[in-house]
């Protein structure tokens, strides 16, 4: 029984339950990218238009006269490039999207005033954008990308990430229609030494990495990914790399085969790089990243262990921001959660000792506590006498005042595990010679725990109540 319970927490075993875990534990992650990484952009121009002059029914009219259509066109585009309040319900309501899109057809300037200002509409709702590509806008959009005027180009470039943003319906729209993903990447050739036109292009393909019911296609995550290895080195604009970044995160955690796929393609050399940096921005992504990649089979995340990443995990443990810390206590648990050499790797470097620090801290103390849960259950009885030896017992204990149910059982069946690796000399899995072989002695042992335990009857009342305790709450779930 000990046994099936154990292999739960390999990730190779039962990989979907370590992504829905990743899922309810990140709420509050995903919520502080969010405004950092947005899935729509407005094309905002302050100086055209103040802020308070209205847009009048009569104006939106005179789209019709083909005399002042461009005026009245351009009129349209100022005011939803205002900064706050973008009249963009009005004009939708009105009719304004079918004009505009019957504008794309002609010549440059109105073109691309009629772009922008579409583009600025599929930046609201869903509604908006719904409107946008019922009426026909896509494939106009996607033929723009080879027009001879770069202004246009980037401008459908930017009109298109803000459809593919809205969600996974119109993500695959996009990509479907004339093989869109193709024209991106002749485009990046035309204005590679542009960075304000690269950035837009690293944009759109990162909305079109997000999303997860249903995942983007793993035929189009592939495509990308030479692209992907490029923008990671591109020097001349971080938001570049940022925004490529934020794509490989959201592809490696929406489709399953990308992982390999990742590996494969020579971008996780840059994504580590990445870690190392001193902006927040960049940091974010790359971790996201990376530690989706660890949630893949032992061999997979061996892989990233052998690509250097266990140097990096300090710095990032003792970063100023508490978000950074979290995401790097849910990688090192998926670590932790691999096999005992994986495990042997993280204590090797150092890693356990501010682990168990930032376990005596309230904001990040849960996210730590996965780790050393998944060490217990997964390591070896030398590698939880280590823990031992660490004091770790304090460090749990330190957990047992969280509001949670969940946290509080899941300290006491890590406490719970520690007594049965520690303390019975022969465990299923290790023959009489492996036991009387440990470099720490059982009796050693019983005292060092006696010694953290007895002063707490609270503690002692709890481990002997934890599988009743346990069978009152939902099933835990592995890290």
Known sequence: LWKMERSRLYKNQDKNELRRRRVDQSVELRRAKKDEQLQKRRNILLSELDETSPLREKQVRLIYNEETRFNAITLCRKALSRAKNPPIDELYSRGAVDILVDAIDSNDSLVFEATWALTNIASGESRHTSAVVESGAVPKFIMLLSHPAINVAEQSVWALGNIAGDGSKCRDLVIIIHHFVVNPFRLLERVWDMPCVVCNIAWVLSNLCRNRDPPPPHSIIKTMLPVFKRLLQYDRSKE????????????????????????????????????????????????????????????????????????????????????????????????????????????????????????????????????????????????????????????????????????????????????????????????????????????????????????????????????????????????
């Open 240 to 479: 570049v790399v940022m925004d490529t970044a934020w794509a490989l995160a959201y592809a490696s955690d929406a489709v399953n085969d990308a992982i390999s796929d990742i590996l494969e393609s020579g971008c996780l050399p840059s994504l580590l790089r990445l870690l190392s940096s001193d902006t927040p921005s960049l940091i974010s992504p790359s971790l996201r990243a990376v530690g989706n990649l660890v949630i893949g089979d032992d061999v997979q995340t061996q892989a990233v262990i052998d690509a250097g990443l266990l140097p990096y995990v300090l710095p990032l443990l003792n970063n100023e921001k508490s978000s950074i810390v979290k995401e790097t206590c849910w990688m090192v648990s998926n670590l932790t959660a691999g096999s005992v050499d994986q495990i042997q790797a993280v204590i090797n470097h150092n890693i356990i000792p501010t682990v168990l620090e930032i376990m005596h801290k309230f904001r990040t103390q849960k996210e730590a506590c996965w780790i050393i849960n998944n060490m217990v259950n997964g390591g070896s009885a030398e590698q939880c006498a280590y823990l031992l030896n660490q004091r770790v017992i304090p460090a749990l204990c330190n957990l047992l005042t969280v509001s949670e149910a969940k946290i509080i059982v899941m300290v006491l069946e890590t406490i719970k595990r520690l007594f049965e690796v520690t303390v019975n000399p022969i465990m299923p899995e290790r023959s009489a010679v492996e036991a009387r072989q440990s470099s720490v002695s059982r009796s050693q042992l019983l005292r060092h725990l006696a010694s953290f335990v007895y002063p707490h009857p609270p503690l002692k009342r709890s481990i002997q109540q934890i599988n009743t305790v346990r069978g009152s709450l939902p099933d835990k779930k592995s890290c």
